[in-house]
């Protein structure tokens, strides 16, 4: 027969690797109608975050990764909210000494009325205008670079309150430049939020994290079955 020794040994490595095991069914739907934020951690170890609240909205994709019992981390798929500014001369005009910028924005003409952009010459505000004026844009100052940051007004619910920046283009000629300017709009960065190994705590009954727009720490529980 086993010793006293050995039998207590093994008790309490079994009472060890039981209590290290998870306990906690990580995947599952997180919300309530009380809480503005929601969370959806599939099986898969894929999430999908969603926040509303007035005109304010976020969302976001990603994976998640379970780190110890009662913890995981978010990882969004994007992590850039940063759009491409593509640049080209302008071919069959000649203007000159002039810096010419002919702008093209990737929105369907019909909502350009609905989107800002300012215009942002050598790191400093140049203009704002609405993108359904912005086709030429003339700097009679040296031109060093050039990028453009976009918003949109309350008619388009989904994207106010949040506003995205271009690519900066540096122009190869400070008094001359003459550029087509191309400015990609993918759609789903607007209100995007990136999480970036973002921590949070798991229970049996919902999720607690640091929200750091807040300031405070928010608790989203569980659905039932979810």
């Known amino acids: 027969m086993p010793n006293r020794k050995y039998l207590a040994r093994l008790i309490l490595f ?20 009380r809480s503005k934020y929601q969370f959806k951690l599939n099986q898969d170890s894929t999430f999908e975050y969603g926040y509303k609240f007035e005109f304010a909205h976020e969302h976001s994709r990603g994976r998640w990764t379970q780190i110890g019992r009662k913890r995981i981390v978010l990882d969004s798929y994007t992590k850039s909210k940063t759009i491409p500014l593509r640049g080209q001369k302008l071919s069959g005009q000649d203007f000159g000494k002039e810096n010419v910028f002919s702008v093209r924005i990737d929105i369907p003409n019909a909502e350009k009325q609905y989107y800002q952009c300012m215009v942002f010459i050598n790191d400093a505000l140049y203009e704002k205008r609405s993108c359904d004026s912005i086709d030429t844009i003339l700097v009679p100052a040296p031109v060093k670079s050039i990028f453009f940051k976009l918003s949109a007004d309350t008619r388009m619910p989904s994207r106010f309150l949040d506003t ?27 209100n995007y939020r990136i999480f970036d190994k973002d921590t949070l705590e798991v229970t049996r009954k919902g999720l607690r994290f640091y929200d750091s727009a807040g300031g405070k720490w928010q608790y989203v529980p569980k659905m039932k079955g979810g």
């Open 164 to 190: 995205l920046c271009t690519e900066k283009f540096i122009t190869q000629s400070t008094t001359s430049s003459q550029e087509q300017l191309t400015i990609i709009v993918p759609d789903s960065l607007f």
């Open 14 to 33: 079994s009472i060890v690797v039981c209590g290290c095991s998870p306990s906690v069914e990580v995947a599952g739907n997180y919300s309530s109608d």
